[in-house]
């Protein structure tokens, strides 16, 4: 069974970088496509960006300038990275596979999700 976690500060300060890590256990980061999704407090879940089997990396253009995707394929982990951050990107961020590319934030377009964890923007 393909499990996925986050892990992270849940806290930050603005105008400092995110930075998440996903690690998969039951399945290879080197098959499939995996990504990152936030959802804000009363919105809802919001396409970051996605790293393939292949190490490609796609980006929602309204963030690509501040993201950042890479993998660490000898832990089985992929790793997000915000910079200059604002209150605006409090949220639960999730990570998630699918079997073919997804740049969407529907739930039925990815297999397996991680349980999500909350970050905060704030000083």
């Known amino acids: 069974q393909v499990q996925l976690q986050e892990s992270g500060p849940g806290l930050v300060k603005p105008s400092q970088t995110l930075s998440l890590t996903c690690t998969v256990s039951g399945g290879s980061i080197t098959t499939n496509y995996w990504s990152w999704i936030r959802q804000p407090p009363g919105k809802g879940l919001e396409w970051m960006g996605a790293i393939t089997y292949s190490g490609s990396t796609y980006y929602k253009p309204s963030l690509k300038s501040r993201t950042s995707i890479s993998r660490d394929t000898s832990k089985n982990q992929f790793t997000l990275q915000l910079s200059s951050v604002t209150p605006e990107d409090t949220a639960v961020y999730y990570c998630?596979?699918?079997?073919?590319?997804?740049?969407?934030?529907?739930?039925?377009?990815?297999?397996?999700w991680g349980q999500g964890t909350q970050v905060t923007v704030s000083s």
């Open positions: 998630a596979r699918s079997n073919v590319l997804k740049m969407t934030g529907w739930v039925r377009d990815y297999g397996y």
